[in-house]
Structures are given as C-alpha cells and as structure tokens.
C-alpha cells in the first residue's frame, strides 16, 4: 500500500461513501484521511463510518486518519411570510431581533452578538455572500441596511460577517457533544471551524484533552490577521477558501493561500487546502483544466494536503474524484520544476540539534544512493521536522504509539509504519530496515538512513543518525548495540 506520491489526499465521507465497500474503494484509490463532518449525520451515521475506516485500516494494515470536522456556529436569518423575497439594490431592509415572519422589508437574525459587534457600514454577506447588505445605521437588537446586491433571500439563510471580529465561541453547544462523542469514539484529527482569535483552540484543546489533535480552519478575515498566533496554539491548518472566498475578495484568496502554506511549513505543522478543488466532479466523471491546475498549485506550494469534500461524500463519482487528486499528484510530484520549487522554497530552520539532525539527514540522502529515510519517532516531532526539509527519498515514520502513527497520515510525505517499542538502537535499525524491505522501498543491496534518539521514547530526543546497509547480516555484525 505503498502511495507513489507525497501530498496527502483527505476525502469527505457522505451520503455517496458511507457503506464499507465505498470507503475501501476511496483508500485503495488514494485517500489517506477520512473527513467525518458533522454538520451532515447523525452520531449512529458518524460511528458507522468510523467503524468501516477502522476495518479498512486493519485489513491493509497501514495507519489511516480521521479528522472530525466541527461545524461551529451558524448564523441565519429567520423566515419569510412567502418563503422568499426579492430584493433590490439600493432598497432599504432591515434585520432584528423580531420573531415575526419577514418580508420585502425586512427579517429577523436571531442572534444578538451580531447586533452587539455592528458598525455603520459594516458588511453583512447573506446566503454565501450571493446578497450583500450594507449597515447604516444600529443598535442592540436591530442593523438599518442598504441592499449593495440584491437577489432571492429566503429562509434560513446563512449570513457571514465578514469586517468585524464577533463576540461568538468558535464551539456551539452541538459542537461540545459531538467533540466529547468523537473523541470517545477515537478521532485523530479535530478540525474547529468559525476560528478568529487564538483563543478560540483554547477551549477544543481543553475538552478534547490530549485525545484527539487540533486543526484550525481559516475560513474569516480575522483569522487571518490572526494567523501567526493561531497557528502556534494548533496542531495543524486548514486554509478553508469557500468561506474566505465570500468574505475576502476572490483574488485574495491565492496569495493568502501561498502565505498561510509556507507559513505551516516553516512551522513543521501539516496544512490542508480545502474547498472546490474538484467541484465539477459532483455530477462529472471528469475534471475541468482549471480545477486540474488548481490541485496541482497547491501541491506546487506545498500543502501536506489537499481535500475533498462534497465530490467524494455527495458527488455521483466519489472514486473517481479521489483516482484524479492521486493522478494529478502523482504527475506533479515527476515534474522537474516540482522539486526546483520545492528545493527553492525551504528555509533555514536551525534551532535545534533535532532540526541539524532532520536536515543532515536529507542531504545525505540526496546526495548518495540512500532509498529511503527511516525515524522513529514517539511524538511525531521529528517526523514532521523532516517532512519539513521534504527531502527526494520516501520518508518512513516508525512509532509505537497508535495515536501518533494515525496524525502523522496527514503530514506530507511521511508512509507511517508502527514499530515495537524500543530499548536499544540496534533495534531501531532493524526495524527500519524490515520496514523498508516489506514496504518495497529498499532491497537487500541497499542503504537507508535512520534517525533515533536516545534514550528512547522521550519526546524530542532525536540525537543519532547512521547509514545503514539493508542486509541485516552486515548490521548484526557491524552495528554497536
């Protein structure tokens, strides 16, 4: 099970992939992690499939993630008399906190946080940004607008505000039960969506309590501002561009997209590129050249991952979504240019003996005839330090701890193996060179590069690096104990 690429591939598991057959299908096609969102099903539906994800992992025997996708809080008008309304640049409209049904002049918001943050000439973006509202006057439980683009308004819309940071936790009352449910049921990734300030991973961390890693996912304003801070509280990213594309300009997208990658990289922490990637491919069994080019950038950039969402959980070709990420990848990754962009783009990160080590490591590699990187690692820290150097030899990542192996999924690069635990460091080049064999990354007559620290099983210990001959004759007779 050996993937020929390095990108990692998430896949939104739905209505379209929920049975088991369907989620080994998408695996054996490439993906890596599962999206468990829990904005669609039920807990029964979400433990069904993690169930099926669990039975898949251990029939390949390889470690695969799951990341649970929090849906935070949602910000909708009320109803409408007629069920709709039209309306008009330019006319006046008017929300509150008034339960009557709504009209051409105006509709309740249900939500007093909204009310409390508003300026004049704020912006209020209403189903995906499709009508903007622009306040002129307000107060605690009404916003005066003017239509800047009109169009259908209709029940239940949802309204994002793009300019002012709210006074709303990113983890809604349905979030906290569906966090302590996954983290019972054993997820490995929590992504918290509506994120604005770095105390927003502060709460998910104190509740998911070392049972499940944090992923952020910038999809405001805010959070981008914010996004140094946010990112050192998180575990990992998630440049989530829909939500980013209604309340920023589309063409500010791109480069924050480029900024935010590096900045993960640079980082050592895995980020996922999410959002329409493949969108035509809901009701197409083909891709469009421009959807094609917009995997292929990220991957050019440097993202750990690239996602699908409603092409592989409500799309009627969720296989063939995935088979075309993983042909695009694969394609990207024998191109020349890739790597030059990759070699161009890695920085001097030297702080630690642990980040000599990691970088000795590639070079080493690149240079000889080395086929294949192997470290052990308990936390995955030096895992993903050497991920970082995205080095040309395939990165094996060995732990004991079933936790770790999972999380490292995601990261870029890493073909994650569990190991026994370690007492002596002639083991550790055993096992690398066994898993290395198994895996078909190396054969009898090569050599492999492996890192360890001792003493073993202390989280960011990583002191050793030896070359090591893949015959396991040569390192029982030569490899001190």
Not at 33 to 56: C, W
Not at 238 to 244: E, K, P, Q
Not at 299 to 308: F, R, T
Not at 419 to 439: G, I, Y
Request: aromatic share 4%.
């Amino acid at each position: 099970m050996r993937r020929m690429r390095n990108v990692k591939i998430v896949a939104t598991l739905g209505p379209s992939s929920s049975d088991y057959q369907t989620i080994r299908k998408l695996f054996d096609a490439g993906a890596d992690v599962f999206r468990l969102n829990m904005s669609h099903g039920d807990h029964s539906e979400i433990a069904a499939r993690h169930t099926y994800i669990r039975q898949v992992e251990k029939e390949v025997g390889r470690p695969i993630a799951i990341l649970a996708d929090l849906q935070g809080p949602k910000l909708r008008v009320g109803v409408f008399a007629n069920g709709s309304e039209e309306l008009e640049p330019g006319q006046p409209f008017r929300l509150d906190l008034d339960a009557a049904e709504g009209d051409a002049t105006r509709v309740q918001l249900p939500h007093e946080e909204i009310f409390a943050a508003l300026e004049p000439g704020s912006m209020l973006l209403v189903n995906d940004g499709k009508i903007r509202l622009k306040v002129k006057t307000c107060g605690a439980d009404f916003a005066e607008c003017e239509v800047v683009v009109g169009g259908t308004i209709s029940n239940r819309k949802g309204v994002n505000v793009p300019d002012v940071i709210l006074p709303v936790a990113a983890l809604s009352d349905k979030d906290r039960k569906d966090l302590e449910f996954v983290c019972e049921l054993g997820v490995d990734w929590l992504a918290l969506s509506f994120v604005q300030r770095p105390k927003d991973i502060w709460e998910a961390r104190d509740l998911a309590n070392g049972r499940a890693a944090i992923l952020a996912k910038i999809e405001k304003p805010a959070a981008v501002r914010e996004f140094d801070e946010i990112l050192k509280v998180s575990d990992g990213i998630m440049v989530a561009r829909g939500d980013l594309g209604v309340e920023l300009p589309v063409q500010n997208v791109p480069p924050i997209q480029k900024r935010l990658v590096r900045k993960c990289r640079a980082a050592a922490k895995p980020v996922i590129v999410a959002t329409q990637m493949l969108e035509s491919m809901i009701e197409s069994p083909m891709p469009t050249r421009a959807e094609v080019s917009d995997v292929a950038a990220a991957i050019y950039e440097g993202a750990d991952a690239v996602m699908l969402s409603a092409e592989s959980a409500a799309g009627q070709y969720p296989i063939e979504a995935v088979s075309t990420m993983n042909a695009v990848a694969i394609e990207v990754e024998t191109d020349p240019t890739y790597w030059q962009v990759t070699a161009a783009s890695r920085g001097g990160h030297r702080e630690t003996s642990a980040d000599a080590i990691v970088a000795a490591a590639r070079e080493i590699a690149e240079a000889t005839d080395i086929k294949a990187i192997c470290c052990h690692s308990q936390s995955g820290t030096t895992a993903r330090l050497i991920a970082r150097e995205r080095p040309k030899p395939p990165i094996i990542a060995m732990t004991h701890v079933q936790e770790t192996s999972r999380q490292l999924c995601l990261t870029w690069g890493l073909h994650c193996v569990m190991t026994s635990r370690l007492e002596r460091f002639k083991q550790a080049v055993v096992n690398s060179v066994r898993a290395a064999r198994a895996d078909g990354f190396a054969e009898e007559s090569d050599m492999i590069v492996v890192t360890a620290g001792v003493p073993f099983n202390v989280p960011g210990s990583t002191n050793i690096l030896r070359i090591a001959p893949c015959a396991e004759k040569l390192i029982f007779a030569s490899e001190p104990e």
